[in-house]
């Protein structure tokens, strides 16, 4: 059984920085792959960074160069983060973690998903 519980959400202001974690724990595939995708009102899903067991991160457009993702490593569980900086309104949403066996097409196509965490951002 596969969990992923994210934490670190909140509400900051326009140009602040706030940085999620997701536990992850039931994996038994050596070779993997984790994100963040998010869920804003009205809006598509998106993925907005993802990451593979060796440790290669890509971003989408919208949040390169702000946004840096990365796993800690050990024999029962992952942690994956999410550090963001100059955070922009447009930023708010649900971030929710996922991961996934295999590599996936999308970052938002990954087979897991977490519950997800509220992040706010306030002009």
């Known amino acids: 059984q596969v969990q992923l519980v994210e934490s670190g959400g909140g509400s900051v202001q326009a140009g602040g920085s706030l940085r999620l974690s997701c536990v992850a724990s039931g994996f038994t595939s050596i070779t993997f792959c984790m994100g963040w995708v998010r869920q804003a009102p009205g809006k598509k899903r998106e993925g907005v960074a993802g990451i593979d067991s060796d440790g290669r991160a890509i971003y989408a457009d919208s949040v390169r160069g702000r946004f840096t993702i990365s796993i800690s490593k050990d024999n029962a569980k992952n942690t994956l983060y999410l550090q963001m900086n100059s955070l922009k309104p447009e930023d708010t949403a649900i971030y929710f973690c996922?991961?996934?066996?295999?590599?996936?097409?999308?970052?938002?196509?990954?087979?897991?998903r977490g519950q997800g965490t509220q992040v706010t951002v306030s002009s």
């Open positions: 996922a991961a996934d066996p295999k590599t996936p097409s999308s970052i938002s196509g990954m087979l897991w």
